[in-house]
């Protein structure tokens, strides 16, 4: 099995090269200045729900410890999946660093915020510091390494959301800087008004969801340097388990699973870790052993012709 490469060492299929041979690139990606490199895979918190805080701790050793450094985080999280409310997964984390201090400086800490359930988008210059501030508090951390504005909110203007994350950044609550959920359009009126680059965009990416591959995110983030995240990668789990899933698409993912002899979730996870953005694919599994299963998509062989077998059955429309 093929170990993260989590160094700094630039990626030789880093941006503005290609090469045909390797689709799936194992070495760690980086995130605009900071000095921790990113696996191809991160531990997503959205279920990161249980009340047993040795059990959380487990979960995050083991996910750094298989090489996925960048753990995603948001405000919202906790609203669902037996969580407790608003807050919760990101209270939970800080309970983890606060029995493992060591931990911190092994991670990339990311949350994001920009959600008020009710309302339901704020990203308003006083709410979105009050948000940032209160991350902080819950994680109990000086600085989140990386800041994404959850979710657009249209009626703010983008240069009131850069202004204030700029200034949040001069503070050092805030170190980089990437949106979640925007069109294109919208992330690139937000980097317009910033006096630097935007770092990340999160969408949502699967071999159901493709909206990326075609609504011009992905070349989008090629173009500016982001590296995307891609939530979601099992589409809500429906993948592994098949259910609502076209039996076109569980054949072709089945027939590649058998051929490289991993599971259909593998495969999944390897098709988004194939674009070359370079995406990060964002594993919500909260068991040890479907961790340790995730990253043996990096030692799968996926050529062009696999990859649009899987589009084709995804959409049910053969390719012109």
């Not at 090469?19 to 990606?29: G, K, Q, W």
């Not at 608003?86 to 029995?99: N, Y």
């Not at 089945?254 to 996870?269: C, F, M, Q």
């Not at 961790?291 to 799968?300: G, K, N, T």
Request: glycine content about 8%.
């Amino acid at each position: 099995m093929t170990p993260y490469l989590v160094s700094l060492t630039p990626s030789p299929f880093s941006f503005g090269t290609y090469d045909t041979t390797m689709l799936i690139d194992p070495v760690a990606r980086t995130i605009g200045t900071l000095d921790i490199a990113a696996g191809p895979l991160s531990f997503g918190c959205w279920r990161f729900t249980t009340a047993d805080v040795p059990e959380a701790l487990g979960l995050v050793e083991t996910a750094l410890d298989l090489g996925m450094t960048l753990i995603d985080n948001a405000d919202v999280y906790g609203l669902d999946w037996g969580g407790t409310g608003f807050g919760a997964a990101e209270e939970l984390l800080g309970k983890v660093l606060a029995s493992q201090p060591t931990l911190r400086d092994r991670m990339i800490l990311a949350t994001k915020g920009g959600i008020i359930p009710g309302v339901p988008y704020d990203s308003s210059p006083e709410h979105l510091r009050a948000a940032v501030e209160a991350s902080l508090r819950r994680l109990g951390v000086d600085t989140i390494d990386l800041y994404q504005v959850h979710r657009p909110d249209l009626y703010t203007h983008p240069a009131a959301v850069a202004e204030t994350l700029a200034t949040l950044r001069s503070e050092g609550k805030i170190r980089e800087v990437g949106v979640s959920n925007h069109a294109p359009a919208q992330t690139e009126a937000l980097a317009a008004h910033l006096d630097f680059d935007l770092a990340t965009v999160q969408p949502q990416f699967s071999a159901i969801h493709l909206d990326p591959l075609f609504d011009g995110t992905l070349d989008q983030a090629m173009r500016l340097g982001a590296l995307p995240l891609a939530w979601s990668p099992l589409a809500g789990g429906a993948l592994a388990t098949g259910d609502g899933v076209r039996p076109e698409l569980l054949e072709v993912l089945d027939r590649l699973a058998n051929r490289e002899d991993v599971s259909r979730s593998v495969i999944a996870y390897a098709f988004v870790l194939a674009h070359p953005a370079k995406p990060i694919a964002i594993v919500g599994t909260q068991r040890p052993a479907r961790l340790e299963e995730a990253i043996q998509a990096l030692d799968v062989t996926l050529v062009h012709s696999d990859l649009y077998d899987i589009i084709e059955a995804s959409t049910g429309t053969p390719l012109p």
